[in-house]
């Protein structure tokens, strides 16, 4: 079974501002993929961010970029320039390859707020 | 192409009743996954319907059961309600293709069980 741990309830930021969420994972598969998903208040789980397993170069989207460390099972999210639009709930996802799309471990979240 | 649609939004029920979530995919995607996320914390993987067929389950009981149609539209049951099972629940469907690892939510169904 897996596990993902975010030790960050709550942290806030500057609008404008980099922030960086971390998470730990346990697993004894080899081949995985790891998400950080977006909550905002209207509840919808926006996908932020993809990484696989096999792959050494840590994924960019834009202003958001991950610090992935595999030997470590740590897996964090860097959101730089923040905006207002930024503050919601971050959740940190596990899933297994080879699996229908959908059949994730998550994490209990991160509350982030951005202040102007 | 439409999104994940979840109905109803809200609903209130009281312990021991039984109730339906529906759940209607993403066009084109043939697998739903159901997840129940209570307050604050992180969403719960409950179970996925593929192709009508159930295709994995997390550790629910089993008076959480599912159904998924023929237009891959899906219900989640749930059956004598406890206090407990008040919750956030989620629905995401995807494409069923082990290369495509994205999963698409719909906004929840918020359930109180009082």
């Known amino acids: 079974a897996q596990t993902v741990t975010q030790s960050q309830p709550e942290m806030s930021v500057q609008e404008a501002e980099t922030v960086t969420l971390s998470c730990t994972y346990d697993?004894?598969?080899?081949?995985?993929?790891l998400f950080w998903y977006k909550q905002p208040p209207s509840r919808q789980m926006i996908l932020v961010i993809r990484?696989?397993?096999?792959?050494?170069q840590n994924a960019t989207e834009n202003r958001f970029s991950v610090n992935f460390q595999k030997a470590a099972k740590s897996f964090s999210l860097k959101i730089s320039d923040s905006q207002l639009g930024d503050t919601a709930m971050y959740f940190c996802?596990?899933?297994?390859?080879?699996?229908?799309?959908?059949?994730?471990?998550f994490g209990d979240g991160t509350t982030l707020t951005v202040k102007p | 192409e439409t999104g994940v649609t979840q109905s109803p939004t809200h609903l209130i029920k009281t312990r021991g009743q039984q109730v339906t979530l529906r759940c209607s995919s993403q066009?084109?995607?043939?697998?739903v996954s159901w997840y129940q996320q209570a307050l604050g914390q992180g969403p719960q993987f409950i179970f996925q319907?593929?192709?009508?067929?159930?295709?994995g389950r997390g550790n629910f009981p089993p008076r959480f059961s599912g159904l998924q149609f023929p237009n891959y539209s899906s219900e989640l049951n749930v059956n004598a309600l406890e206090l407990d099972d008040s919750a956030l629940y989620l629905c995401a469907s995807s494409p069923g293709n082990s290369m495509n690892t994205e999963a698409f939510f719909g906004q929840g169904t918020r359930l109180t069980v009082v």
């Open positions: 319907y593929y192709r009508e067929e159930e295709n």
């Open positions: 066009s084109g995607h043939n697998t």
């Open positions: 697993t004894s598969e080899n081949n995985y993929y």
């Open positions: 996802a596990f899933m297994k390859q080879y699996t229908n799309a959908g059949k994730s471990t």
């Open positions: 990484q696989e397993a096999y792959k050494q």
